[in-house]
């Protein structure tokens, strides 16, 4: 069973590369509210549709204190290519490994079609400005998620 965080707890720090080959880490982002969701794979059409969906509700959450970054096990040259071909104003970062995807219990077994296999758990972290989970959602669907995270986070569309 994949360990699942929950508020309260400190939000697993990383560094990583972003779509641009630039080191990111978690804790140089500290001061600031930080929306980190997992999605399966850049350019899937579920993937899309929630990138597109965090991208036309940037202004609100940017408006409201909150930072969005995308994590994905994908390379950061076909993040850079998602980025530029659906308009995402958003940082995006590459966790091959699947390191991070694990250490926030975004990686595991799942039901895909009716058979179990192990991979990306769809989720969403909304980290505070300390560095503190906030809200941690599993097993999210790629429509609808970021209209259902505004409304939990009190930002009117």
Not at 79 to 99: C, K
Not at 101 to 122: D, F, L, M, P, Q
């Amino acid at each position: 069973m994949t360990q699942r965080l929950e508020a309260g707890t400190p939000a697993p720090d990383f560094t990583l590369l972003d779509q641009d080959g630039t080191s990111v880490s978690l804790s140089d982002l500290r001061g600031e509210k930080t929306v980190l969701y997992f999605y399966p794979a850049a350019m899937t059409p579920g993937c899309t549709t929630q990138a597109c969906d965090f991208r036309d509700s940037i202004s609100s959450l940017q408006g409201a204190g909150y930072r969005v970054i995308g994590i994905s096990r994908d390379e950061p040259k076909k993040l850079a290519t998602f980025r530029e071909r659906d308009g995402l104003t958003f940082m995006l970062l590459s966790d091959p490994d699947h390191a991070v995807h694990s250490a926030y219990g975004a990686w595991g077994e799942k039901v895909n079609y009716g058979k179990v296999i192990e991979g990306v758990i769809r989720s969403t972290f909304v980290i505070d400005e300390d560095g503190a989970i906030a809200h941690a959602l599993y097993n999210v669907k790629a429509t609808g998620h970021v209209a259902r995270l505004r409304k939990l986070l009190g930002i009117d569309a």
